[in-house]
């Protein structure tokens, strides 16, 4: 009991924090229009940070076992977004005003809003079948819409990184290597893809488990 009202609460802490950066978004573009998109990290950016900061107790959750999702998946979507958001977005003042970080923004807060509320409600045992048809089925389409986001944002982010020598690192001798990070960039734009394919199957998986006939007759009785 004492754990799911954990669980409880932090979704309830995500769900807040989620909503209230859709909110704003869906706001300003409404008030400022066009103008607004080359504005929303320095005006959501901190709580972005803060949210997908706490996300990374979702890991913990999994490996002390009381949150039964598989651990793979979720490790790399949490990485995924860890890495783009603080290595490549927040390191980077250009590329913070671009609109893809607009449009990653977006995708993440609306996916992320379905996902905790569904998982507040099954916290307390209540399954609305519009509600986990939604969570189960709009990650489908909307994650490798957020993969092409995270690398396109990568590949603005390129010729800064290449032209200011962000975490490029020259070893002293007797050392005669050095870490040049545009190249560690395009090695991880592999990697992010390669885990697309991975995590596109884990979804449709899911969406079988929870969305299967038997499942749907069970949650309607």
């Not at 229009?33 to 080359?38: E, H, M, T, V, Y």
């Not at 490996?63 to 651990?71: A, E, T, Y």
């Not at 490549?88 to 893809?100: A, D, L, M």
């Not at 389409?141 to 010729?159: E, H, R």
């Amino acid at each position: 009991f004492i754990m799911n009202m954990y669980l409880f609460a932090y979704d309830l802490t995500q769900f807040c924090g989620h909503s209230w950066i859709f909110t704003n978004m869906i706001i300003r573009f409404m008030t400022f229009g066009k103008d607004s998109l080359a504005d929303t990290f320095h005006s959501i950016g901190f709580v972005m940070r803060l949210c997908q900061l706490l996300s990374v107790l979702e890991i913990l959750h999994i490996l002390i076992g009381i949150d039964k999702s598989r651990f793979l998946p979720r490790f790399l979507q949490i990485t995924e977004r860890i890495i783009v958001l603080f290595v490549v977005i927040n390191s980077q003042e250009e590329v913070q005003g671009k609109y893809v970080v607009c449009v990653l923004f977006f995708l993440w807060n609306l996916l992320d809003v379905v996902r905790y509320t569904y998982n507040m409600l099954a916290r307390m045992g209540i399954y609305y079948l519009p509600l986990t048809w939604l969570n189960f089925s709009l990650c489908i389409p909307l994650y490798p819409l957020s993969v092409l986001a995270k690398g396109f944002a990568i590949c603005v982010s390129l010729p800064y990184f290449e032209s200011f020598g962000t975490y490029s690192i020259k070893l002293p001798f007797p050392f005669t290597f050095s870490i040049y990070f545009p190249y560690v960039l395009k090695m991880y734009l592999l990697v992010l893809f390669a885990g697309m394919c991975f995590i596109i199957q884990n979804l449709f998986s899911e969406r079988t488990a929870h969305l299967g006939t038997g499942n749907i007759k069970n949650k309607r009785s």
